[in-house]
């Protein structure tokens, strides 16, 4: 499937790429849950001075709808107030891509790809993403 047939394909990468990044500092413990907290505050940090705490909610919130109708386990998760996620214990690795992933694209459309790199450059400033951005694009 290219990228035109699957827009989310990069995000897709992207979001591996952040969830693979908060894995390793913390002693690699392959925890997609312990990883997921951390992107997830990652992009809180710097969405909410762009959108707030409520749209940081809003659009968490509505990334889980998304990814829900790709995995029916993800019926048992839920946002709270502040926009964290409840209930991460139960789902798989894969679950967990698909809510960072289908944010970082809700992003993408809200506020353009440039803007949303640059919220996740802020968010990891010592990591170089573009390069693995422009791979998965190329993909046919």
Do not use: C, H, Y
């Not at 409520?54 to 926009?83: E, H």
């Amino acid at each position: 499937m290219s990228v035109e047939e699957n827009p989310l394909l990069p995000m897709r990468a992207l979001a591996q790429r952040l969830l693979t990044l908060e894995g390793r500092p913390q002693g690699a413990t392959d925890d997609p849950v312990d990883e997921a907290v951390r992107v997830f505050e990652g992009l809180r940090v710097a969405l909410a001075r762009f959108a707030g705490s409520d749209g940081f909610a809003s659009l968490v919130r509505r990334a889980l709808a998304l990814a829900r109708a790709d995995d029916p386990a993800l019926r048992q998760v839920s946002v709270k107030a502040n926009g964290s996620l409840e209930g991460l214990e139960q789902v798989t690795g894969d679950a967990v891509i698909a809510i960072v992933a289908q944010f970082l694209g809700l992003l993408v459309i809200f506020i353009g790809e440039p803007l949303t790199l640059r919220l996740v450059r802020d968010a990891w400033p010592d990591t170089s993403l573009d390069t693995e951005m422009e791979d998965t694009r190329s993909i046919a």
